[in-house]
């Protein structure tokens, strides 16, 4: 069964292919090259071959045009990486504890694996040492470290 997809109003006057040739990041290109092919009259099965992508991404897509217009297609985030372990609750419940920590040590120096041992015990959440250190360095106490991690360059 193939579905018709109604664009909605003003998507016609729209000027998809010169924002598509002034964009820069490929997939805002992706999605703006769609938008032209639909508005061409191509068929969402045809647009879908033409980019590589899936029906239902293109309907997304047209579903974030009506939402905020051109602004919104362009600026939508575009999810990658993995979902955060420590919520923003307890990644600030784990700045106050690394800091109560500096104040009560001698040197004001904390180890990547006493923290690391900290978020397990306190929230039962696994980390890599490395991940720890992507925390601290978000949460800018980096400098606070012990031996500050140093990632490799290749």
């Known amino acids: ?49 033409f980019i590589g992508d899936t029906d239902h991404s293109i309907k997304e897509w047209v579903n974030w045009y009506v939402k905020g217009g051109m602004p919104y297609l362009q600026t939508k985030s575009f999810n990658r990486g993995r979902k955060k372990k420590l919520s923003p609750d307890q990644e600030a419940a784990l700045e106050g504890e690394i800091l109560k920590l500096k104040a009560a040590r001698f040197n004001g120096k904390v180890t990547g694996n006493e923290i690391r041992h900290h978020i397990i015990s306190t929230w039962g959440i696994h980390f890599a040492i490395g991940s720890v250190y992507t925390v601290l360095r978000r949460l800018n106490l980096l400098s606070l470290m012990k031996g500050a991690y140093k990632k490799k360059r290749s």
């Not at 109604?6 to 703006?32: M, Q, S």
């Not at 639909?38 to 879908?48: A, E, H, I, N, P």
């Open 1 to 49: 069964m193939i579905e018709k997809l109604t664009l909605p109003r003003g998507f016609k006057n729209e000027n998809f292919y010169d924002h598509y040739k002034n964009e820069r990041r490929g997939p805002v290109k992706i999605r703006l090259l769609a938008m032209h092919h639909l508005q061409q009259g191509y068929s969402l099965s045809d647009v879908s071959g």
